[in-house]
């Protein structure tokens, strides 16, 4: 998703969701818009990302990695290197449909994923019942809260109406970030999955609107805050010097939004994916994200089996908020 959360998910997460199966209804559908990293338009498309086939010798290895931003540049470099460090061939899937890519590396259509954050794919695993899993980490994309009169949350007048999207991605993480922020509190002190329900006590007025409202209210003074994902943030051309606050990507509450790099569980220890999920990380392909994304991704490096266990904590933060 293009870097908001999930817009996320750049923030995923962002997005179209996917229909579930005739079952008991989850409070949690398919999570929305910021679920993840970058949104493109279209329906399932194979991209073989600037190739040579004259190139590719007979060992060479075929990788096939869905994403939902095929057409950014900094894939090409990815690609590149890929074959040049790796003698792997990648070939890229784009997605616009963020309900498609999981299901898709399910049934092996692809071999790898990288469009969501560990928030989105808990709530997969949890609905759908599998077992996919992370293999790498990639960036974390700050949750900004703006003010156009204010310069910190302390000035926010008592009762001061503040913005935040409604749905459920980017309201729990927007709550998140205005009680590190000091505005409010939440029960059991909040999570993945939090929603105006778990507020306990407030110094703001909280209202809801749709992720791509918040900037509009704001610039409309309506509010005299918002939280704005990075996608609508850059759309209104908000300035980076109206931001109050934001979650810090290395906190604990920020944890869950870490975009990945995804397999099907039995091949999470596969040398090559692991390997293809460092490469990300090479100086000229996190330039290339930057350069697209505004210069607002915080790139992580996380090991897997740290990310597998933090998806299996979030996943049962997603069970849980599913039987409420």
């Known amino acids: ?68 931003d095929a057409s950014e540049p900094y894939w090409k470099t990815y690609v590149d290197l890929a074959k040049q460090q790796l003698n792997v061939t990648v070939t890229l899937v784009n997605f616009s449909d963020y309900s498609q890519p999981n299901p898709a590396l399910k049934e092996k259509q692809i071999d790898l994923n990288q469009f969501q954050h560990i928030q989105y794919l808990a709530n997969y ?3 759908a019942g599998d077992d996919l899993q992370p293999i790498g980490a990639t960036a974390v994309y700050p949750l900004p809260l ?24 980017n309201q729990a993480r927007g709550l998140l970030v205005l009680q590190a922020a000091g505005l409010v509190t939440l029960k ?24 791509s409202q918040t900037a509009g209210a704001l610039q409309a003074g309506s509010v005299a805050a918002a939280i704005v994902n990075n996608n609508y943030a850059t759309s209104a051309k908000l300035a980076k010097t109206a931001v109050l606050f934001q979650d810090d990507p290395a906190s604990t509450s920020a944890a869950p939004y870490v975009n990945l790099f995804v397999s099907r569980a039995a091949d999470k220890d596969n040398a090559t994916y692991l390997k293809l999920a460092e490469l990300y990380h090479d100086p000229s392909v996190e330039q290339g994200v930057q350069t697209s994304n505004g210069g607002t991704a915080v790139f992580r490096k996380v090991p897997p089996a740290d990310l597998q266990s933090l998806l299996k904590t979030v996943q049962d933060q997603a069970v849980a908020a599913g039987k409420k």
């Open 1 to 68: 998703m293009s870097s908001s959360t999930p817009s996320d998910p750049q923030q995923p997460a962002p997005a179209d969701q996917p229909v579930l199966p005739t079952r008991k209804r989850s409070r949690w559908p398919w999570l929305a818009a910021a679920a993840v990293v970058v949104v493109a338009a279209g329906v399932i498309t194979a991209v073989v990302a600037n190739r040579d086939d004259s190139s590719a010798t007979s060992d060479a290895q075929t990788v096939r990695i869905g994403v939902t």
């Open 125 to 127: 695993n949890a609905t």
């Open 146 to 169: 703006y003010s156009l009169k204010y310069k910190a949350p302390a000035e926010l007048p008592a009762d001061a109406k503040v913005a935040i999207p409604n749905d459920a991605i």
């Open 188 to 211: 059991g002190g909040g999570s993945a999955f939090s929603s105006t329900s778990d507020v306990e006590t407030k110094k703001v007025d909280v209202v809801t609107l749709d992720a």
